[in-house]
């Protein structure tokens, strides 16, 4: 009787020498267990009614074809089929991956060029309050400003015309616009991920920087040295960021478009544009199911360039 009970006494005592280890719970710990689940649920009831409910019904709709009323009809993947035959959805993602990319790396460029320009400049607390100062402002009023500064009697054709440019560009040409927008868009988001950025740098202590100088190393190395492996985290969560927000492109291209009457030109289509005009189409035609399709390709984009990223950023925590 006593052999199959050894195992029991040593499992025990395997469990009573892990608990001797961890220590006896602290009295904030035995606080957080009762109030754990009835904080987090409310978050989590909210997270499941207006995030993961809506993408599972997108998927279920994706497989129909539906105007928004009556019945639907199954078509199973037809609507992606669509889609994948369509050369404006596939326009549309090559313009996202560019302003993904391009857009992407001019602004980080300037992000960090200003970053450690400001950096020692005296004032700069005030000179980041300045360079966030777009972000406060809807990016249509940008689009609007924008038109009205490179329109062809607009100012910065009238500054060229008095600089002896007799055939000034044609920004707001077709073939022209969406350089125009990604310029607008790398202009507002630049001070933005500065000022995010600097804040960073600032708790950088300088005796880092002072060593560096006097190892001989000059700005662009300090900036490789110093700056970028010690503000290594937030630059990964401002890489992420912008992956998110690059993909959610939208009224700046739609304000290009020109009047409600027109949608804009194709060529500067981004998929969420190319999601909302098929849903809501300007014939009055509804199609919900290729919309949701579509959907659920850009966020499947979304996700796997953010853990791409993740992946591809991923680097040792540094300590300082």
Not at 113 to 131: K, N, P, Q
């Amino acid at each position: 009787m006593t052999v199959p009970a050894a195992p029991l006494v040593r499992g025990a005592h395997v469990r009573s020498r892990r608990t001797a280890r961890q220590g006896p719970a602290s009295p904030l710990e035995r606080l957080r267990r009762p109030i754990f689940w009835p904080f987090v649920t409310p978050a989590l009831l909210i997270m499941v009614l207006f995030y993961l409910a809506p993408i599972v019904f997108v998927v279920w709709l994706s497989l129909h074809r539906w105007a928004g009323y009556g019945p639907m009809e199954y078509v199973g993947f037809a609507n992606y089929v669509t889609i994948s035959k369509d050369p404006t959805f596939v326009t549309s993602i090559v313009n996202t991956l560019k302003i993904l990319f391009i857009v992407g790396i001019v602004t980080f460029a300037l992000a960090f060029a200003l970053t450690m320009a400001l950096r020692r400049m005296r004032g700069r607390f005030f000179a980041r309050s300045v360079l966030f100062f777009p972000n406060l402002i809807n990016s249509l009023v940008f689009a609007v400003f924008a038109g009205m500064l490179f329109n062809p009697q607009g100012l910065v054709n009238n500054v060229l015309a008095a600089l002896g440019v007799d055939t000034p560009p044609k920004w707001l040409a077709a073939d022209n616009q969406f350089t125009l927008i990604m310029v607008i868009l790398a202009w507002g988001a630049t001070g933005y991920f500065t000022s995010i950025i600097m804040s960073a740098v600032d708790q950088i202590p300088d005796y880092y920087y002072e060593a560096a100088q006097l190892d001989g190393a000059g700005p662009l190395r300090q900036f490789f040295t110093v700056t970028l492996p010690l503000s290594w985290d937030v630059v990964t969560v401002c890489a992420v960021l912008w992956t998110m927000s690059s993909v959610k492109v939208f009224e700046l291209i739609l304000v290009f478009g020109g009047s409600r009457a027109s949608t804009p030109n194709a060529g500067n289509w981004t998929t969420s544009l190319y999601v909302y005009l098929s849903a809501f189409q300007s014939n009055g035609g509804r199609a919900f199911g290729v919309a949701a399709a579509a959907a659920l390709v850009s966020l499947l984009m979304v996700v796997v360039l953010t853990f791409g990223l993740r992946r591809a950023m991923r680097r040792e925590s540094l300590e300082f």
